[in-house]
């Protein structure tokens, strides 16, 4: 059984920096595409970041491109997303996802909520103005 669990969200005032991370535990780490979304209250789920299962390709949303970095260390078996220069609209509960990949998959990340298997909890990041 996979399970993903998400940590160190919490309130920083605009401008901050926050690293979330995500433990996973079950199945064979290195071989999962991750990938990190976010839902804000009223809204839909959005992609934030994915990587590759070696970590050698990335993906980001337009909104976050330059501000965050998403990283992995499969050594750990865990993911991280490093957020900086935050904003209040960045304001939402963070979740992680893997994908389970074949060997010609591994390789791309991935954008698409509907291409991961598990997910993990969410934690929350409040930013204030």
């Known amino acids: 059984q996979v399970q993903l669990v998400e940590s160190g969200g919490r309130a920083v005032q605009a401008g901050g920096s926050l690293r979330v991370s995500c433990a996973v535990s079950?199945?064979?780490?290195?071989?999962?595409?991750m990938g990190w979304f976010h839902q804000a209250p009223g809204k839909e789920r959005e992609f934030v970041a994915s990587?590759?299962?070696?970590?050698?390709?990335?993906l980001y949303a337009d909104s976050v491109k330059g501000r965050f970095t998403i990283s992995r260390e499969n050594a750990q078996n865990t993911v991280y997303l490093q957020m900086n220069s935050l904003k209040p609209e960045d304001t939402a509960n963070y979740y992680c996802?893997?994908?389970?990949?074949?060997?010609?998959?591994?390789?791309?990340?991935?954008?698409?909520?509907?291409?991961?298997?598990?997910w993990g909890q969410g934690t929350q990041v409040t930013v204030s103005s």
């Open positions: 990587i590759s299962s070696l970590g050698g390709n990335t």
């Open positions: 996802a893997a994908a389970r990949t074949t060997a010609f998959s591994r390789y791309r990340a991935r954008a698409r909520g509907d291409e991961y298997d598990y």
């Open positions: 079950g199945g064979t780490f290195s071989t999962y595409v």
